[in-house]
């Protein structure tokens, strides 16, 4: 112990007063590099426009779903550097998500039939908007397999709520936004009887199973979905596809696609031609125009009847009210993608080479009109597809998505089958250019690409198929996200990004200065909730309660211990750890870990959390902090010790000594007037300089503070146990003010190096 501290000391002398080692890059030539790595000019120009030097910043965030692992990855462009996964339906033990009680809590939000449901096949982010613009507040994504919906909160970046759909079994047209985040969206994908758990046979198919569309209220005081304002429309057993909200002249209104609109029922074991080939029998399927506006209001009006104690409007009753309306579009379509300027709506069919561009204005027209070509079995007006186009246009073969410039009538449009971006001009229905992509392309994206105000720039290609493009990992490829440069007429390939954690359908992006997150939370704060946790207690207030067979502990967490460090309960107890971490400097995460008992939690600075297990096994369980927090990281730990039935403490034994001399007591004290000599000259400096300008070096500095306030009373401490010759006592003492001078000077220094890289200017 003693002989690393010594070298701690040298360490600080040199992070704070010694010159940095001057460096300089090796004495190739670019093109040596080029030669040695056989780069081409295009090469250079790619790594060019994509390298993010050291230290600097993307332009754009990416939320990407993270496809069956249900998380969120978040990158930056043009980097493509993964920069967190944030837990939605998945426990993901680095941010104790699962793992404490704060966020089990909101997990057990998406437990369906009372089960929990631990994974999710996440499809469609979607970010919050204001006024048909991204906010950067809300990201929204749902799971495909089991019918949720989850809330995360752009603060933190944390998970808030998981909201169950309770009339389907499976959706897939969702998360999609209003243009003022009033719905987020969420279309079926697999009909079946809207009533949980009830049974019918395929045979009533037509007549039981059933699709729909939800809107979920969004209440953006309380960063929740509100689901009791929430509603559903039911809708024929079609299959449900994509979905977009209208914006602009449109607003007010959703569309829809479908598939399977045949309502073909498979059988392939009992000698049925498959669902592939019945569902794609006919020429079209149907895109669904729905007033969502007026549907709301109808609502509102007590016009819904409850399912599952949620609103759901009647088909009979959107069609008598005029809200619901069925527009044939060509078979098995995909992406249904309002433009920018909401006049229209793009829709692309996977077995047919066109895209199909409806005219909103069109629509409304046939419906003022009364014009229909008929009624679907359900009673639903059919608008003829000839009086709702707007144009048609042959991009190639398997359009599925479509995603738009901010160049005016420019959109883009992956083609599965082909391997292909397509962009074009949807008001002149011409080809503009196309570029091969790396394999079978999904979803494209492009930035803030589904509002009103496309961002240009950027395209990502969400490639199913990897194939050959990256080092093999075995028969499971890792997707490969490419950067196309959509900035002139050509579109450029930039980068493969391999992505390793499920299928991502669908991403978002946003201008990153639009994201505005937290650094740190106020002291007690259950981030979860983001209200005050019981569980919090101040410094110098830690306590463990014992309340019969319940123990709990309300600890804190500060560079490097963990109070208590010791909790002792018996066997069969029911433990309960609540954990405040105090720090305010950025970036200070303690985590908690206690041995064998599967529980963990990230306390960022700021944050309470709380774990909570039955010490059913007596023994010696050590915890300890899992976060690499400081020099004496390794030093935070503690002994939870659980005591079999009926222990009592045998002979006393003394705990285990030092056998310290006075020589290395008064090296202690030496250390320790050495040290204050460095913080001297740290504070100097900082109080010589503008410092208060900068509250990221402010929240350092009262950090820093606060370590050194604790060394209160202790000099006399050790003088004490010096005079009567207890060096044992005397040197432990002396050393401990050492510790807090530690983590004062290395806040402190990290205070200075942020002052001396911003810039800071001297004040006196
Ligand atoms: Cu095309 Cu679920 Cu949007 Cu996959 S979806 S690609
Ligand atoms: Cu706190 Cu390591």
Not at 33 to 57: F, N
Not at 207 to 233: C, H, N, P, Q
Not at 376 to 388: L, N, Q, R, S, T
Request: aromatic share 10%; glycine share 8%.
């Amino acid at each position: 112990m003693i002989r690393l501290t010594k070298c701690a000391v040298s360490v600080l002398l040199a992070t704070g007063f010694g010159l940095g080692a001057t460096s300089a890059f090796s004495a190739d030539t670019l093109q040596d590099v080029m030669k040695a790595r056989g780069l081409s000019q295009q090469d250079l120009m790619a790594a060019a426009k994509t390298y993010v030097p050291t230290g600097k910043r993307d332009d754009f965030m990416v939320f990407s779903s993270g496809g069956q692992s249900g998380q969120v990855i978040v990158y930056g462009i043009p980097s493509m550097r993964i920069l967190k996964y944030i837990g939605v339906f998945t426990p993901e033990p680095w941010q104790g998500y699962g793992f404490d009680e704060q966020s089990k809590k909101v997990l057990a939000g998406g437990r369906i039939d009372g089960k929990d449901i631990t994974w999710g096949d996440t499809h469609h982010p979607a970010l919050s908007e204001t006024n048909g613009e991204s906010d950067g507040q809300f990201l929204f994504i749902n799971d495909k397999a089991n019918p949720r919906i989850a809330v995360i909160d752009l603060q933190d970046f944390e998970t808030k709520q998981i909201v169950v759909n309770p009339i389907y079994k499976s959706e897939h047209g969702g998360t999609f936004v209003t243009p003022n985040t009033e719905y987020i969206f969420e279309a079926a994908q697999y009909p079946a009887p809207l009533e949980n758990k009830k049974f019918y046979p395929l045979e009533e198919f037509n007549e039981k199973y059933r699709g729909g569309m939800t809107y979920w209220k969004f209440d953006r005081k309380k960063g929740l979905v509100d689901t009791a304002a929430s509603f559903s429309i039911e809708l024929p057993p079609y299959s449900q596809d994509l979905s977009d909200a209208g914006k602009g002249p449109s607003d007010g209104w959703s569309f829809t696609n479908s598939f399977c609109a045949e309502r073909y029922v498979g059988g392939i074991e009992k000698g049925r031609p498959p669902y592939e080939a019945g569902c794609s029998a006919k020429d079209t399927d149907y895109l669904h125009v729905i007033n969502w506006r007026k549907a709301a209001e109808l609502v509102k009006a007590g016009k819904a009847k409850k399912i599952n104690g949620h609103d759901v409007l009647s088909m009979e009753t959107a069609i008598k009210e005029g809200i619901l309306f069925l527009v044939p579009e060509p078979k098995s379509p995909h992406g249904a993608d309002v433009t920018p300027d909401g006049k229209m709506i793009i829709v692309a069919g996977k077995l047919d080479t066109h895209v199909s561009v409806f005219s909103f204005e069109k629509i409304q027209a046939a419906i003022k009109a009364g014009k229909f070509e008929g009624k679907d079995p359900y009673g639903i007006p059919v608008i003829a597809m000839k009086d709702a186009l707007h144009t048609q246009v042959s991009l190639g073969l398997g359009p599925l998505h479509t995603q738009y410039d901010s160049k005016p009538c420019v959109a883009y449009t992956s083609l599965y089958v082909d391997s292909q971006v397509a962009k074009w001009n949807y008001c002149e229905g011409k080809v503009l250019d196309k570029i091969s992509v790396h394999y079978n392309i999904g979803h494209l994206m492009t930035m803030e690409g589904d509002t009103t105000k496309p961002k240009g720039h950027y395209l990502v290609a969400l490639n199913k198929l990897a194939i050959d493009r990256f080092n093999p990992v075995g028969p499971l490829h890792p997707q490969n996200h490419q950067l196309i440069d959509i900035s002139g007429d050509k579109m450029e390939l930039l980068y493969d990004m391999p992505i390793p954690l499920g299928e991502p359908h669908y991403a978002v992006a946003i201008d990153a200065k639009k994201l505005k997150p937290a650094v740190r939370y106020k002291v007690g704060t259950n981030s979860r909730t983001d209200q005050p946790d019981p569980g919090a207690v101040k410094a110098g207030q830690e306590k463990i309660v014992r309340k019969g067979n319940k123990v709990e502990v309300f600890g804190t967490l500060i560079r490097s211990h963990i109070t208590p460090e010791t909790i002792e309960v018996n066997v069969g107890d029911e433990v309960t750890i609540n954990l405040t971490n105090l720090e305010r400097a950025e970036d200070e995460t303690h985590g908690f870990a206690v041995s064998t008992y599967n529980v963990h939690a990230s306390v960022e600075p700021g944050k309470t959390v709380t774990v909570k297990f039955k010490a059913d096994k007596e023994g010696v369980y050590p915890y300890y902090c899992t976060e690499f927090c400081s020099a004496l990281h390794l030093e935070m730990e503690g002994y939870l010790l659980v005591k079999p039935k009926g222990w009592k403490p045998g002979k006393t034994t003394a705990l285990a000594a030092g056998h310290y001399t006075e020589v290395e007591y008064k090296a202690t004290v030496k250390k320790v007037a050495d040290t204050q000599a460095i913080i001297d000259s740290v504070v100097a400096y900082i109080t010589s300089v503008n410092y208060k300008d900068f509250p990221e070096v402010v929240a350092m500095v009262d950090d820093a503070f606060d370590q050194l306030g604790k060394t209160k009373g202790l000099k006399e401490k050790h003088e004490g146990f010096a005079a009567k010759k207890d060096w044992e006592n005397a040197n432990l003492w002396a050393e401990q003010i050492w510790q807090y001078q530690v983590k004062t000077a290395d806040l402190g220094l990290r205070a200075k190096t942020f002052l001396e890289q911003h810039g800071a200017k001297k004040i006196k």
